[in-house]
């Protein structure tokens, strides 16, 4: 089957941003001057996706607003404007939020059995030829639209134990094994789950059944995990691109500097600015 939809879930509170989260959504922050959620829905449909959730939270208005369709603006927003005619999103809250899984569990009924995209909210590629959403949804049709494709990227072991884990049979791209967020001493790969995914309708079912991790939270790589306990197929594939994660302070004044001098003109005036602080 075809993958049409995706769902985007976008209902964290962002409290590694705070205060620029007191009242506004993380995803809702500006990359130089295009908030990172609409970067995350521009990729979906410029991969094929035309139904769209968006699972939100507390304070997220400004966020179902910002898909309005206006007649104003600039070109920038035009454009935009003219990719979101391609596309229905709705909206969905998660209005007691154990996780991401259980986030991802109350689309259960907007997957309807079809297969999904997962696009986390807070993280975009940048440099990539083919969407990232694109990349998967290719992987998957070509491994028989049968399997979950989860999106992965090399990392430090350090990294690795915030991010979910992926083993894969040797020489192959199929899973072995995923756990989340290991200790440092149960990292023995450098495959990690880099926020996008192709999932079977099955993973629903699963998700029904996860308990509560270590961390108080239902997590969807233990739905995954419970695809493969029960021999579905999972594949790993390896994203080209550049991901830019938004989850800290640091992380959010890299990505913006990133994106903006994909400007060459922007470029030359951020280089100079850092020359001269240098200099100083
Ligand atoms: C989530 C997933 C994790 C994945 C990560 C990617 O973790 O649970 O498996 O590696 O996103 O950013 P979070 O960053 O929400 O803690």
Avoid: W
């Amino acid at each position: 089957m075809k993958v049409r939809k995706a769902i985007i879930p976008a209902a964290g509170k962002g409290t590694r941003l705070l205060p620029a989260t007191k009242t506004q959504p993380k995803e809702m922050l500006p990359i130089y001057d295009t908030p990172v959620i609409q970067l995350v829905v521009e990729e979906a449909i410029k991969s094929g996706i035309t139904e769209i959730l968006i699972i939100t939270g507390e304070n997220k208005h400004s966020l179902e607003k910002h898909f309005d369709i206006t007649n104003t603006g600039n070109g920038k927003l035009k454009e935009f404007n003219k990719l979101l005619e391609k596309v229905d999103i709705t909206f969905k809250r998660q209005s007691n939020p154990r996780g991401l899984g259980d986030a991802i569990l109350r689309a259960k009924n907007f997957a309807h059995g079809e297969p999904c995209a997962i696009l986390l909210g807070d993280d975009f590629y940048l440099n990539c030829e083919t969407p990232a959403t694109k990349q998967l949804i290719d992987a998957y049709e070509k491994l028989g639209s049968s399997a979950t494709i989860v999106g992965v990227e090399n990392l430090s072991k350090e990294k690795m134990t915030k991010k979910g884990m992926i083993v894969v049979k040797k020489g192959s791209t199929e899973v072995e094994r995923i756990i989340e967020k290991p200790d440092i001493d149960s990292v023995v790969s450098e495959l990690a789950i880099s926020g996008r995914y192709i999932v079977v309708p099955e993973l629903f079912l699963k998700l029904e059944k996860v308990t509560e991790s270590v961390r108080g939270e239902i997590e969807l790589t233990d739905g995954l995990a419970e695809l493969l306990n029960d021999k579905l197929t999972i594949h790993a594939h390896s994203i080209e691109g550049t991901r830019i994660d938004v989850g800290n302070p640091t992380e959010y004044l890299i990505a913006n500097l990133k994106y903006a001098m994909l400007d060459e003109s922007v470029k030359k005036e951020v280089i100079k600015v850092i020359k001269s602080e240098l200099d100083n």
